[in-house]
């Protein structure tokens, strides 16, 4: 896996990252208190007017003004290894008897249009860029898609939804995710779930997600950059808000901002799922409007969109228990 996956954005007096690694001046001989702060994290700044090598040094040398500076994230090597680690820990996991039954009962029977494929039919690890800024949370593999293909939000209507919203915002390089070779990347986003097993009916039991939830929280503590997590319908905001200690507990909403403890947004989003996206209870442009805000809030994104708004004031929910 290639562990250099950088990106630039502009820079705001949001706090920095864990894997920020650099900083590259434009058009400046100068520093600024934000940038000061920044370089006390270990950034260092690789290129532009007082480029440097180590950081108090930096610091100290530069002094005036700058007009821009581009931040340029890096996933640790050692977060990239431990992302892959769990993923090996998720992928042998046998702990709820009745999905372990129910996703193998799946592969084994198949749809009769897949007949010929053979079913991934085992848990399903998250997936996208380890630097991610932004989260999206599901429910639970599909039964024949993620549970088939054997990556999230791949193979079926709601992974064709959900990835073309993924490119139109600028966070995937392409449209489409039919199955797990199609070469699709998804840019400062990563997509993973609350439960990594279908469940009948698309419901896992309160047990069965309590003994999984662990997974995602282990994930989230390792994408340390992450900064806007989308849930996708209510299961995954309120299993987020618990994972976050939010109090009161947020009620789901399209929409909806928490600000939770720790200085991550969650913003909730009807799951598209077919059930909503035929209804027209979740439309494209709802869907685009969800991501746009969440690359707007982070600065992800194509130029022209996201990356140039700088900071956007959080829109805090009558719920939020937001610092
Ligand atoms: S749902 Fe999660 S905890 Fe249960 S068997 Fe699957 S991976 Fe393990």
Not at 66 to 73: E, G, K, L, M, Y
Not at 198 to 224: F, H, K, M, W
Not at 238 to 245: I, K, P, W
Not at 247 to 269: A, S
Request: glycine share 12%; proline share 7%.
């Amino acid at each position: 896996m290639d562990t250099r996956q950088t990106r630039t954005r502009a820079y705001s007096a949001s706090p920095p990252r864990p894997a920020l690694r650099a900083l590259e001046f434009q058009g400046s001989d100068g520093c600024d208190s934000t940038v000061v702060a920044a370089f006390a994290t270990g950034a260092h700044c690789v290129s532009g007017v007082g480029a440097c090598a180590s950081t108090a040094p930096a610091v100290a040398a530069v002094t005036g003004s700058v007009t821009s500076v581009n931040v340029v994230f890096v996933a640790t090597p050692e977060n990239v290894t431990a992302l892959a680690a769990l993923s090996e820990k998720v992928l042998s996991c046998r702990a709820c008897p009745r999905l372990v039954d129910w996703r193998e009962q799946v592969a084994c029977e198949k749809r009769a249009a897949f007949a010929s494929e053979a079913y991934w039919g085992r848990p399903v690890p998250g997936f996208g860029d380890p630097a991610a800024r932004i989260v999206l949370v599901g429910l639970a593999p599909a039964a024949h898609g993620a549970n088939r293909t054997g990556r999230m939000f791949t193979g079926d209507r709601s992974g064709e939804w959900l990835v073309s919203a993924l490119w139109r915002a600028g966070l995937a390089n392409q449209p489409e995710s039919h199955h797990a070779g199609d070469g699709l990347e998804l840019r400062d986003a990563y997509m993973t779930a609350v439960v990594r097993c279908v469940p009948p009916a698309n419901r896992p039991s309160t047990g069965e997600r309590d003994a999984c939830v662990g997974y995602l929280d282990q994930e989230l503590r390792l994408l340390t950059g992450a900064r806007v997590l989308v849930a996708l319908g209510s299961f995954a905001f309120d299993a987020l808000a618990r994972l976050g200690g939010t109090r009161p507990r947020p009620r789901f909403g399209h929409g909806r901002e928490v600000l939770l403890p720790g200085g991550r947004i969650m913003i909730g989003c009807y799951h598209p799922s077919q059930q909503n996206t035929f209804t027209g209870k979740l439309t494209e442009e709802m869907l685009d409007s969800v991501l746009e805000r969440s690359t707007a809030l982070t600065g992800s994104g194509p130029p022209g969109r996201g990356s140039r708004r700088g900071d956007v004031p959080i829109q805090r929910s009558p719920g939020s228990a937001g610092r």
